[in-house]
């Protein structure tokens, strides 16, 4: 009798004429029809668990690299796979953590930085450093004449009457007496000149006001011309000599000539002296 040829079913194959039954497909083959003569191999982001069934894409958060395989592999932590059927998981890249190995990079919030791949998670900007923008690589340094002290923001330039020589720093110094920074961002204080008083640290050096003088720098206050001598003009850093024919009070702005019947041969004096008349 001839014998009744019989198909093979789904996930059997039979590549050999003449046999009496088919031959069930390998792990990590399929088929999934009937009368296949080979099973197919699973293909890469795949996996082929059952053998009669289509091959099912590997999920999100997991991938397989290798050809006819039952099940997928993890992404490795600091990798992801955010769509089904990957062959590889990808790297997380520069100023991105990846937490979730199913989900797309996380930016690095501000104030945060990564400059390494394949990372979870963000690092904190270091004290007086600061990242203003999102998915930083690189924190930036507070550059001089600022203040970093909240890394999230961009650095605040120093207050009138303060200043920052370095880079890095979360405050600003104070201007020491007779400095001064009558502009914000000052990476120094400037000197006060002689024939001038910094009494305030925030405004320009005022110059001394005419009757007063200064010769020396960095000072807090201008002094009051003595007895003798005169200042007619303001920032002066020394006063003149009241002259012959004129005597000087204290702090006088001018010379004042002696009265009729006085007179004064000398300079330097504070008064003139009566002419007698024999």
Not at 162 to 182: I, L, R
Not at 259 to 272: E, R, S
């Amino acid at each position: 009798d001839r014998r009744q040829r019989q198909m093979c079913i789904r996930d059997r194959f039979q590549n050999v004429s003449g046999q009496t039954a088919c031959r069930p497909c390998a792990a990590g083959t399929f088929a999934n029809s009937t009368n296949q003569s080979a099973c197919v191999r699973c293909p890469l982001g795949y996996r082929c668990h059952v053998r009669s069934e289509n091959p099912s894409p590997c999920e999100e958060g997991t991938h397989q690299d290798d050809p006819a395989a039952t099940a997928c592999k993890q992404c490795a932590a600091g990798l992801f796979a955010d769509t089904p059927g990957n062959a590889v998981c990808k790297g997380c890249p520069e100023g991105y953590a990846c937490p979730a190995r199913n989900r797309a990079p996380v930016p690095c919030a501000l104030g945060t930085f990564q400059d390494d791949w394949n990372t979870t998670a963000c690092e904190r900007c270091a004290a007086g450093q600061f990242a203003n923008t999102t998915n930083t690589s690189a924190c930036r340094a507070c550059p001089e004449g600022h203040s970093c002290a909240v890394r999230y923001e961009a650095p605040l330039p120093c207050a009138l009457g303060e200043f920052q020589d370095e880079p890095g720093k979360t405050v600003c110094k104070a201007c020491a007496d007779g400095w001064f920074a009558a502009i914000v961002g000052h990476s120094l204080c400037e000197e006060c000149p002689p024939g001038h008083s910094c009494l305030v640290r925030d405004e320009p050096a005022a110059p001394c006001e005419v009757g007063k003088f200064q010769p020396a720098a960095r000072q807090t206050s201008c002094t009051e011309c003595p007895t003798g001598t005169f200042a007619d003009v303001p920032n002066t850093t020394r006063c003149a000599d009241c002259p012959v024919g004129h005597w000087c009070r204290q702090s006088d702005i001018s010379p004042t000539p002696c009265a009729p019947g006085k007179f004064q041969d000398q300079v330097c004096v504070c008064v003139c002296v009566c002419v007698c008349v024999c």
